[in-house]
């Protein structure tokens, strides 16, 4: 299966995944998952986001014209444990540098199979739109937060004044709106239908009630579709049965 294809499927189904227990959370508001709950959710499912590495390796491997899997599986097992040593001696650096690194990851897996070119801005969009898996527990829950990071070995006073500084001037509102944004830059090619129908409904709102609203965009809106679209397949099938 092409690898476009599995983080189309991959997205979409974290995305049901986290609207399901979004409900449940509000449904039940003194729900709480348990860090064993939240463990057994990153064992089948984050770290089977890696589950291929292996075939990425080999592949980087045969760029330099290495034949030896071996040098790949011992450089990813060094890479790791050097990770968990240096956070050992400088925690708050290696947590900003994950975060960081994160923060892109997340939003280039979730949006690069929307995407044929790579391009700094490209780049930026991406990092913006991550940050917002690290800006949302910041923002609704900052001091639930800043217990965690204190819990990974995180005691350096400038690290949380840095944070209170980021709090209390509202950068972090700041920095989920710029996450939006991204969003919306990196999905409007594809998915520009759904804007305008959700921009029209915003506007109709104004003048009638929400359900009114959206009746008309789904009706109105579905037949200025309808007719280019009918007429598109009518051009197609009459010249293709022309030319045969």
């Known amino acids: 299966m092409n690898i476009k294809k599995i983080n189309l499927n991959h997205s979409f189904i974290f995305f049901l995944f986290c609207n399901i227990f979004s409900l449940i959370l509000f449904k039940f508001s003194n729900f709480i998952l348990s860090p064993l709950f939240c463990?057994?959710?990153i064992l089948i499912i984050g770290v089977s986001h890696g589950s291929l590495d292996h075939v990425?390796?080999?592949?980087?491997?045969k760029i330099f014209k290495i034949e030896n899997i071996s040098l790949f599986y011992l450089s990813y097992i060094l890479l790791a444990v050097m990770?968990?040593?240096l956070w050992i001696f400088i925690p708050s650096i290696l947590l900003i540098i994950f975060l960081l690194v994160a923060s892109y990851h997340f939003g280039?897996?979730?949006t690069q199979f929307l995407h044929n070119y790579n391009s700094h801005f490209i780049g930026i969009l991406y990092f913006l739109k991550g940050s917002l898996v690290i800006l949302a527990p910041l923002y609704f829950h900052f001091d639930e937060t800043i217990a965690i990071f204190k819990l990974l070995l995180i005691d350096n006073e400038n690290f949380y004044s840095s944070l209170s500084f980021i709090e209390n001037n509202r950068l972090i509102d700041l920095?989920?709106?710029l996450s939006s944004i991204s969003?919306?830059?990196l999905f409007i090619k594809k998915f520009i239908t759904a804007i305008i129908c959700l921009v029209?409904?915003?506007l109709l709102n104004f003048k009638y009630d929400f359900d009114n609203s959206i009746i008309k965009v789904i009706f109105i809106g579905l037949a200025s579709l309808t007719f280019p679209h009918i007429l598109l397949e009518y051009l197609l099938d009459k010249n293709e049965k022309q030319r045969t």
């Open 83 to 85: 990770v968990v040593t």
């Open 39 to 41: 463990l057994f959710l």
């Open 56 to 61: 990425k390796g080999g592949k980087l491997l």
């Open 200 to 202: 029209g409904i915003y």
């Open 183 to 185: 969003s919306i830059i």
């Open 108 to 110: 280039k897996e979730d």
């Open 175 to 177: 920095g989920i709106i």
